[in-house]
C-alpha cells in the first residue's frame, strides 16, 4: 500500500530497514477500524491471538508470549549514547557503531515471509504542544495492536509531523524470540530504539518505556522538559475545583489503585472526587503562565493483571472490559473469559494455564508462583477511555498545572506517612535517595533497601547525576511557581508487621492534606526531614484508628534515620565527582539537623 507520508527521512529509513529485513510486503497502519478488524482476524487465524467471548468481554482478545519472553529484561537493556560517560554508572552501555553492527546482523533477513507493518504514532495527544512522534517498524501484528491501544496511530500524526525529522525510529524484530540474543537499545543521540528476539509487550511497545522514558528524558534534558515516571492525578473537592499531583513510586508500591483512588465513602459523598489522567507516565513542561504542566504520553494501561480485582483496584478492572488485549493470563474455557490470581475466589475448573496448558486448580498453592495459572507478570493492555474516572482533560493537548511533586516508597519503620520537603532542591534530595524495601514479589531477600531514585532507575536514558542536575535547573527556573515536593509512605508496619495505614481509598486524606499545604491551608511541624502533618489535621473520620496510632507513623526516629543518612551518602558515591554539590550540601543539612 502507499505511504502515509512524503517526509524524505522516514522514507529512507523504511527503505534502509527493508533492505536489511526482506519483509514479503510493507503495510502501513492508518489506524482505521477496517485494517485493525483485518489484523485482529489475521492474528486469530494464526493462532498468535484468541477471540475472547464478545459478549462478555466484547473486543477482547488473549495472547500468549514465549515461556522465555515474558516481562522486561534489564541486563538486557542498553543505552548507546557515544560515551560511557553519557550512559552513567546506572545504565548498561554499549558503543553505538558495535551494537548497530551486532543488532543489524540478528535482524538481516528476519522479515523473510513476513509482513513489515509501519506505525507512525503520537506520543501525547496528536498536534499537542506536549507530543513527540514516533514510526515503529514490526513484524509482529500483537505489537500493532497494542500500540493501537497504547498511542495515538495513524495518518494524521504524520500529517503533523510533515517533513520534520523530529520523529522517534523505533526497529523492532521478532527474529527467533531467542534469549540468547534479546536486545533492547536506546541510541539517545540518534533518537532511534532497536528491539530484538523479544514479542513481550514491556520490551516492543517501543512507544512505552523506551521513547517515553529512555528517549524522552534524555530529550527533555536538552530541550528543557522533564520525561517522568509518575502517574497524574486531579483531586475536585467539593466546589468543583480541580488541583493536579504528579507521582512517583517504585512497582509494587499501589501506583495506578493512587492513580484510580476511590475516594473513601465519608470524602465521596462530600463531594470530593479523584480524576485520572495517567497511571505511569507524565511528560511536563513550563507553561505560558511559568507554571508546570503535564501530559500523559500514552492513550491507555499496560497494567499487571494479577492482584487487580474490584476491590484493590475496580476502575482498573473495568477498563479491560471491553476492547482489551490480555496477555499471559489464564483462559478459563468454560466461558472463553480470562482469569488471574486474585481477581475472584472462584478457581477455574476447566482452564489452559498462562503457557496453553490444561491447569489443575487442586494443585494450586499461593506460595508456589509454579502453580499459578497466570503469569505473575501477565497484562492487560486497556484504552484509558474505558477507565471511568478518566480526566475530561485527558485528551486536551496543553495539559494540566501540578501543584504537587509526591515521592514514595515502601518502607516499614522509616519514612513517616506523609512530610513535605523544605524546599525544592530539598525535595530533589528526597527524590534522588528515594528507596523501596523489596517484597515477596520481587526476587531475591524480603527487606533489602534498593535505592531507584524518582522511581526512574531502570528507565533515565542519560548519567542519572546529569538528571539530578536537570531538576535542579528546572526549579531554578520555576522559581516560586514550582510545584511542591512532598514524600508518603503507605507502608510503615506494627512489630507483627502488619500495616498500620489502610491505604487504598483512604490514601485520599493525605493527598487532602497535600494540597492544603499546597495552598497554605494547613500547618505543620518541621523535623529533622521535612515538614511533619499536624495528626489533627488528617482526617480520621469514619476510619478505625485513633489519633495515637496516627502520631505514631507521623514519627521522625533519629537513629533509623541516621542509618539512613549514611545509606544514602553509600548510594551518592556510586556517581563520584558528577553528583551535583547542591545534593551534597542537602545530605550534610539532614546529618546537622539530625544531630540537633
Request: with cysteine.
Amino acid at each position: 500500500m502507499a505511504a502515509l507520508t512524503t517526509n524524505k527521512s522516514i522514507l529512507d529509513w523504511i527503505d534502509e530497514k527493508a533492505a536489511l529485513v526482506k519483509p514479503d510486503q510493507i503495510v502501513w497502519i492508518d489506524g482505521s477500524q477496517e485494517q485493525l478488524e483485518a489484523l485482529r482476524a489475521e492474528a486469530v487465524a494464526t493462532g498468535e491471538m484468541i477471540k475472547l467471548n464478545q459478549e462478555k468481554l466484547p473486543g477482547c482478545y488473549l495472547h500468549r508470549t514465549n515461556p522465555n519472553d515474558v516481562a522486561r529484561v534489564e541486563d538486557r537493556t542498553f543505552i548507546c549514547s557515544k560515551t560511557k560517560e553519557n550512559a552513567g554508572p546506572t545504565n548498561n552501555w554499549c558503543d553505538p557503531e558495535e551494537m548497530y553492527a551486532k543488532l543489524y546482523d540478528i535482524a538481516r533477513d528476519s522479515y523473510k515471509g513476513r509482513t513489515m507493518y509501519v506505525i507512525p504514532f503520537s506520543m501525547g495527544p496528536i498536534g499537542s504542544p506536549l507530543a513527540k512522534v514516533g514510526v515503529e517498524i514490526t513484524d509482529s501484528i500483537y505489537v500493532v495492536l497494542n500500540m493501537d491501544i497504547m498511542t495515538r496511530v495513524g495518518k494524521e500524526v504524520m500529517d503533523v509531523l510533515g517533513d520534520s525529522n523530529d520523529w522517534v525510529r523505533c526497529f523492532h524484530a521478532k527474529c527467533d524470540i531467542d534469549p540468547e540474543k534479546r536486545y533492547i537499545c536506546q541510541f539517545p543521540e540518534d533518537n532511534a530504539i532497536i528491539s530484538v528476539n523479544s514479542g513481550y509487550g514491556g520490551n516492543v511497545l517501543l512507544g512505552k518505556k523506551c521513547f517515553a522514558l529512555r528517549i524522552a528524558s534524555y530529550q527533555g534534558w536538552k530541550e528543557g522538559w522533564m520525561a517522568e515516571h509518575m502517574l497524574i492525578l486531579g483531586l475536585e473537592n467539593p466546589q468543583g475545583e480541580v488541583k493536579y499531583i504528579a507521582a512517583a513510586f517504585p512497582s509494587a508500591c499501589g501506583k495506578t489503585n493512587l492513580a484510580m483512588l476511590i475516594p473513601p465513602a465519608y470524602l465521596k459523598e462530600k463531594g470530593y472526587k479523584v480524576w485520572t489522567i495517567g497511571d505511569d507516565i507524565a511528560w511536563m513542561r513550563i507553561g505560558k503562565d511559568g507554571r508546570l504542566y503535564a501530559i500523559n504520553p500514552e492513550n491507555g494501561f499496560f497494567g499487571v493483571a494479577p492482584g487487580t480485582n474490584a476491590k484493590s483496584n475496580f476502575n482498573a478492572l473495568e477498563s479491560t472490559k471491553k476492547n482489551t488485549i490480555f496477555t499471559n493470563v489464564l483462559h478459563n474455557l468454560e466461558d472463553n473469559t480470562v482469569w488471574w490470581e486474585g481477581l475472584n475466589k472462584d478457581l477455574p475448573t476447566n482452564a489452559n494455564d498462562w503457557i496453553g496448558r490444561p491447569w489443575d486448580p487442586s494443585k494450586f498453592d499461593k506460595a508456589d508462583k509454579s502453580t499459578y495459572g497466570a503469569n505473575p507478570n501477565s497484562r492487560f493492555t486497556a484504552p484509558a477511555v474505558n477507565c471511568p474516572c478518566i480526566s475530561p482533560e485527558f485528551d486536551k493537548g496543553e495539559g494540566v498545572p501540578i501543584s504537587a511533586i509526591v515521592f514514595g516508597g515502601r518502607r516499614a519503620k522509616c519514612a513517616p506517612l506523609v512530610y513535605q520537603s523544605k524546599s525544592w532542591e530539598n525535595g530533589v534530595f528526597i527524590g534522588s535517595a528515594m528507596a523501596s524495601e523489596t517484597t515477596a514479589a520481587a526476587a531475591g531477600a524480603v527487606g533489602v533497601v534498593r535505592r531507584d531514585p524518582m522511581a526512574m532507575l531502570p528507565f533515565c536514558g542519560y548519567h542519572m547525576a546529569d538528571y539530578f542536575q536537570h531538576w535542579l535547573d528546572m526549579g531554578e527556573k520555576l522559581g516560586d511557581k514550582a510545584p511542591k515536593i512532598f514524600n508518603v509512605n503507605w507502608f510503615r508496619t506494627d512489630d507483627e508487621g502488619n500495616f498500620i495505614w489502610p491505604g487504598f481509598g483512604d490514601n485520599m486524606r493525605v493527598l487532602n492534606w497535600i494540597i492544603d499545604r499546597c495552598e497554605g491551608k494547613a500547618d505543620a511541624t518541621e523535623t529533622a526531614i521535612g515538614y511533619v502533618p499536624k495528626p489533627e489535621d488528617i482526617d480520621l473520620t469514619d476510619l478505625d484508628m485513633d489519633i495515637e496510632t496516627l502520631k505514631d507513623i507521623l514519627t521522625v526516629d533519629k537513629e533509623t534515620w541516621e542509618k539512613e543518612a549514611a545509606e544514602i551518602e553509600e548510594h551518592y558515591k556510586k556517581f563520584g565527582d558528577k553528583l551535583p554539590e547542591e545534593l551534597r550540601t542537602q545530605l550534610a543539612n539532614l546529618k546537622a539537623n539530625l544531630a540537633k
